[in-house]
């Protein structure tokens, strides 16, 4: 009788050592939720720009154009971010596609032309926005050079675009970002620096993106090139050592490796060659 009584008073300390052990571990994931839940999730947005907004005619969707910086002559990283008009909801699948125009007004005459850009990759936001981009050909100029983009915005589910269009403006970036050239073929093209956009000192990350001038409407990035390049300290007389020359990438990007060996005035010298021919240009920067 004394040894079963001892039995089942063991049994009974085991099972509330499980219960408090239990109830401890049920309260310390209860916290751990709780702390987890009063994260806050970064605004993909904290560090960008919001250009323009205006709503999808047709799509029931507002739209907003969002940049890292104010808008400049030259290449230029863009953001679309999309949210339905009545519910206020995100939209994060969507067909996207933009086009940046210029209206032009030259003493009466009136006329219009685009510009190159990069549409959205994916139906799918990337953290809530539609990356894409535009090179901005020459700055806004009041009354008689206006830049408009519009914004083609077809939601999941729907058969047609609803167009947004709003106006910017375009600043005169402080140094030359972007080349209207007449290549040796005889071609237009265009050529648009994209980084470094804060250079150092040492070795850089150097990107160019190349794009071809069909009419005023439309400009298909341009594969075909093979690229040398010479950077120079025009007022050292000096080079630098270890460079790479830029090499396509996709979309008419060319990428490769910037040297610098010294704050300063430098410049990066460019020779274009296709099919035995070769075309010269040059990005000035200064830091």
């Known amino acids: 009788m004394h040894k079963e009584k001892s039995i089942h008073t063991l049994i009974y300390k085991i099972m509330k050592k499980i219960f408090f052990i239990t109830i401890a571990l049920a309260l310390s994931i209860l916290s751990s939720c709780k702390k987890d839940s009063s994260i806050e999730i970064e605004d993909p947005k904290k560090n960008l720009i919001k250009i323009a907004d205006a709503f999808a005619i047709g799509s029931a969707a507002k739209v907003e154009l969002w940049s890292g910086a104010e808008l400049g002559t030259g290449y230029q990283k863009l953001y679309i971010a999309l949210s339905d008009s009545a519910s206020g909801k995100t939209l994060n699948r969507s067909s996207v596609q933009i086009l940046p125009m210029m209206d032009m007004d030259m003493n009466g005459t009136k006329t219009s032309h685009s510009a190159p850009l990069e549409n959205p990759e994916s139906m799918e936001a990337d953290n809530t926005l539609y990356p894409c981009a535009a090179v901005f050909t020459m700055p806004s100029s009041g009354e008689s050079g206006k830049w408009r983009m519009i914004v083609m915005v077809k939601k999941e589910g729907q058969t047609k675009y609803g167009k947004a269009e709003m106006a910017i403006q375009v600043k005169q970036s ?3 970002r972007v080349k209207n050239l007449t290549a040796a073929d005889g071609s237009k093209i265009i050529v648009a620096y994209v980084s470094p956009s804060s250079p150092k000192v040492g070795v850089n990350d150097f990107e160019i ?10 400009f298909p990035a341009e594969d075909n090139y093979s690229i040398t390049m010479t950077p120079e300290m025009p007022s050292m007389g000096h080079g630098s050592p270890n460079n790479v020359n830029p090499v396509l990438t996709k979309n008419g990007h060319y990428k490769g490796k910037v040297n610098f060996t010294m704050t300063g005035d430098w410049r990066i010298n460019l020779v274009l060659n296709k099919e035995g021919k070769s075309t010269s240009t040059f990005f000035d920067l200064l830091f």
Do not use: I
């Open 209 to 218: 993106a190349v794009f071809k001038k069909l009419d005023m409407m439309t």
């Open 174 to 176: 402080p140094l030359e």
